[in-house]
């Protein structure tokens, strides 16, 4: 499922530059890989839920632990019995907090120190509520789809399989409005309550009634790899750490081997986004967009700028500074040339317009505007990237298969 | 000081030609004036400059001109014919009108509403200008059927702000229920933006604006007597209902038209009227409808300028230079008029 034929037929001769990369991304690349296992666990005696059924304080009950190489907003200590899960920015500025994850069977640790006060969670967990899109293929990667009993609104999911696991009767929608029904939450008693990396009125009485709420601001990564690697996350909160380090190094593998195809290109230089009533957002130089454009083999006019998020700017300059960009990104709900001229009929005087090379991460969306993109784009970055080099690089990817990506018509 | 007023609207006509060349030669992207003046005078330049200055700066300097025009005369409109230095072009509803089909055809694609609009194979910029006109007018349409019901100004202008406010809530309701893009474009849409319109466009909001100054300047003497009271004005041999009619139209078909194409531009249409008053230190509407018109093209473009943020790549929303910058100075013009203490700034 996550290997791809051109891909590595693009890979052969670049092996070493590859080993470069992953050399450079950490210190010792042969323990981030792979686990690391240390001791065996057997000695504790575990149920079949993975609970400890005779609990021995001198045991390492996390034989498998995660290593975190690229995500920067997340970070998982182990202590034997439990693991201390800790976030930089739970929201945007936040101030940190961490959690602690106690493995079931085990006696809840005496919090101190940094950790006093923290919230406490017993994994693995068997119910989840998710606020964000994103966790979903994560839980679909790592096979605990049947742990998710709560999503924040049912309509934006784009994954079939997730779709009918929400369709299911007992799984909760608790954000249906914008803001988070606590009631609802309350109601429905799960184990942990995830939330979107944004604060809502609604968690406050949530947590006040016993409820972990914990926070998943991925959208602060800048690292296209840094938001896959929340698969370890929630590998973290259902015991699957095994599963998702070897999911999470396929999917680096074959990121870093798309990279490596088109590191030595021409960058192209790319048109990024579209314009709305006059005002124009251009990511950033160090954003996760302008990442992944270069990535693969492309630049923007802006790439040297130093914003993380997105810069508000206008029709004229974008066409000054990007007007003869030989190809266009866009991320809206065009998917013809006439819906793109009927908003703004000055964007044909754009090179890529001319050339009928706009692309628009429009092609997985479902009908009450869910878009793929935003869901499955985030744990697989591999497939995003995979769309724009054949977008950037035609000739290195001849018969791709588009993910996200569909050229306008 | 008995040629005051004509000093005055001179000094704003030339002040409306200083900020138009300004409005064109700035922007974001530094274009030399030697290539602007070649550009103008008919000789050939750069292809990028020229579609900047063709495409993007004309259209949007001249949107800047009428938007400022028809906004500040609304405005006068109606503190003139409520009575109240409150009351903006906005009062009886046109912008939480316009707000209204906006989001109707922003966020609320599949709904019957959402459905008209794109039934009528309006998609894109042509679809967000209709929706915002349908809005308009409905909730304009709504405010003037139950005014029909009410005898005093102070009613219908209660009436307006009632209907607007529930035309509020149906937004947020539409809001929250709305995927976050869609929102964005929403809030885009009420930072209001003189940038988007192209020359098409204007073939439509010119004619608005200027039907709706050709009636404000014909109803400008009967305003005058308006000031002192609907009854006093009667008693003058004013056809008071006709005024009224003739202003509520005016205003409706401007700040409809300019909100539709420009999104709801805060502030320019309250303040104007008060700077214009103070301008000319009398509130003859024969000078002030003028005056406000001159006014408001100058206020608007300079604002339009500023949110250029020229030199630089970003560009700040309209309404918030509008605001930001046009509050204090309104507030300090206040505070340094003698006809402050007389009471008379309204």
């Known amino acids: 499922m996550i290997t791809s034929r051109s891909t590595r037929r693009a890979v052969i001769g670049a092996t070493a530059l590859i080993a470069l990369l992953a050399g450079c991304s950490s210190g010792t690349p042969a323990a981030n890989s792979s686990p690391s296992a240390s001791a065996s666990a057997s000695a504790g005696g575990l149920d079949a839920k993975g609970c400890i059924t005779d609990f021995d304080p001198a045991t390492d009950y996390f034989p498998v632990k995660s290593q975190i190489t690229h995500a920067t907003n997340f970070a998982i200590s182990y202590h034997d019995s439990y693991q201390v899960l800790t976030v930089p920015q739970p929201t945007q500025g936040g101030a940190p907090e961490s959690y602690v994850l106690v493995k079931c069977g085990a006696p809840t640790p005496e919090l101190t120190g940094d950790l006093a006060g923290a919230q406490v969670i017993t994994t693995p967990v068997s119910s989840l509520y998710s606020a964000s899109t994103t966790h979903l293929p994560f839980l679909v990667e790592l096979d605990q789809l049947d742990t998710l009993t709560g999503v924040g609104t049912k309509g934006f999911i784009s994954e079939k399989q997730v779709q009918d696991r929400v369709a299911e009767p007992g799984v909760v929608e608790f954000s249906a409005a914008g803001t988070v029904d606590a009631e609802a939450v309350i109601a429905g008693q799960p184990d942990v309550l995830v939330t979107a990396g944004t604060d809502d009125p609604g968690y406050a009485v949530v947590k006040a009634a016993g409820i972990p709420v914990l926070a998943n601001a991925d959208w602060l990564e800048d690292d296209p790899l840094g938001r896959a690697e929340y698969l370890k996350y929630f590998a973290a909160l259902t015991g699957t750490e095994q599963q998702a380090a070897a999911a999470f190094d396929t999917v680096e593998r074959s990121y870093q081997e798309l990279a490596a195809s088109v590191q030595d290109a021409d960058p192209v230089a790319v048109v990024p986004g579209q314009p709305f009533q006059g005002t124009w957002y251009i990511p950033g130089g160090k954003s996760y967009t302008t990442r992944l454009i270069q990535d693969a083999g492309g630049t923007t006019a802006w790439a040297d700028d130093s914003t993380s998020g997105s810069i508000p700017t206008d029709l004229e300059t974008v066409l000054a500074k990007a007007g003869t960009a030989p190809a266009w990104l866009a991320s809206t709900t065009w998917t013809t040339t006439a819906q793109a001229l009927a908003e703004e009929p000055r964007l044909a005087e754009f090179a890529a317009m001319k050339a009928g090379n706009v692309w628009n991460a429009a092609k997985d969306v479902t009908a009450d505007g869910g878009n793929n993109f935003y869901e499955l784009g985030v744990a697989r970055p591999d497939l995003v990237l995979g769309d724009l080099v054949a977008i950037l690089h035609p000739d290195q990817a001849p018969n791709h298969d588009f993910s996200f990506y569909l050229r306008l018509s | ?346």
């Open chain 2, 1 to 346: 000081m008995r040629h005051r007023p004509a000093l005055v609207l001179g000094a704003l006509a030339a002040l409306t030609l200083v900020s138009a060349v300004l409005a064109v030669g700035v922007g974001s992207v530094p274009i030399p004036p030697s290539t602007t003046l070649r550009f103008f005078t008919g000789g050939t330049v750069d292809p990028t400059a020229a579609v900047l200055l063709q495409q993007v700066r004309l259209p949007r300097a001249a949107t800047a001109i009428l938007a400022g025009v028809g906004l500040a005369v609304a405005g006068l409109l109606m503190q003139t014919l409520f009575a109240n230095p409150l009351a903006d072009p906005f009062i009886l509803g046109v912008s939480s009108g316009a707000s209204l089909g906006v989001a109707v055809a922003v966020l609320g694609g599949g709904t019957l509403a959402g459905g008209f609009v794109a039934g009528l194979g309006l998609t894109g910029r042509a679809g967000l200008v209709t929706a915002a006109a349908l809005g308009a007018l409905a909730v304009l349409m709504l405010v003037l059927l139950l005014g029909r019901w009410v005898r005093s100004v102070v009613a219908l202008l209660l009436i307006g702000v009632m209907i607007g406010s529930a035309t509020t809530a149906l937004v947020s309701l539409l809001l929250a229920f709305s995927a976050p893009d869609r929102i964005q474009k929403y809030v885009l849409w009420g930072l209001g933006s003189v940038s988007g319109t192209t020359w098409p466009d204007l073939a439509f909001l010119a004619p608005a604006v200027l039907v709706g100054v050709g009636l404000a300047a014909w109803i400008a003497p009967s305003l005058n007597a308006m000031l002192l009271g609907e009854r006093y004005a009667a008693s003058m041999g004013v056809a008071v209902g006709r005024v009224r009619t003739a202003g509520i139209v005016a205003t409706a078909v401007m700040a409809g038209a300019v909100t539709a194409f420009c999104g709801p531009i805060a502030f320019v249409g309250i303040a104007v009227p008060h700077l214009a008053r103070l301008a000319l230190g009398r509130a003859d509407h024969r000078w002030l409808v003028p005056a406000c018109a001159l006014m408001g093209a100058v206020v608007l473009q300079l604002c339009s300028v500023i949110a250029q943020l020229p030199g630089s790549d970003g560009v700040l929303p309209l309404n918030v230079v509008t605001a930001a910058i046009g509050a204090p100075v309104v507030i300090a013009a206040l505070l340094r008029s003698r006809t402050l203490a007389a009471g008379a700034a309204a």
